[in-house]
Nanobody
Framework: QVHVAESGGGLVQPGESLRLSCAAS????????MAWFRQAPGNAREFVAV????????YYADSVKGRFTISRDNPRDTVYLQMNSLKPEDTAVYYC????????????????WGQGTQVTVSS
């Protein structure tokens, strides 16, 4: 059984930074894809970033490219999302997700999810 838990959300002002953490437990291997998605009220869950452990590549949504950075610490089965230059439109619940067999950009392809952490960007 795989358990995933996010932390690090909060309230920040526009232009500020925040780092989210996602800790996974229960037989996570370095070749798993670990991703971040987000969901704002009334919207569908959308892809943010993924770290594909199988090929050592990262991918980002266009809306966060250049501002967000995903990284992972394999011995700790932890993935991070460094978010810089935050905007009000980044406000959402951020979810961490895990799958095997390569990365994907749609939520339905991920097998394990955390409960989410709220990020609010407001002045």
């Amino acid at each position: 059984q795989v358990h995933v838990a996010e932390s690090g959300g909060g309230l920040v002002q526009p232009g500020e930074s925040l780092r989210l953490s996602c800790a996974a437990s229960g037989s996570i291997f370095s070749d798993a894809a670990m991703a971040w998605f987000r969901q704002a009220p009334g919207n569908a869950r959308e892809f943010v970033a993924v770290d594909d452990g199988r090929i050592g590549s990262t991918y980002y949504a266009d809306s966060v490219k250049g501002r967000f950075t995903i990284s992972r610490d394999n011995p700790r089965d932890t993935v991070y999302l460094q978010m810089n230059s935050l905007k009000p439109e980044d406000t959402a619940v951020y979810y961490c997700a895990v799958k095997w067999g390569g990365s994907a950009f749609t939520a339905s392809q991920y097998e394990y999810w955390g409960q989410g952490t709220q990020v609010t960007v407001s002045s």
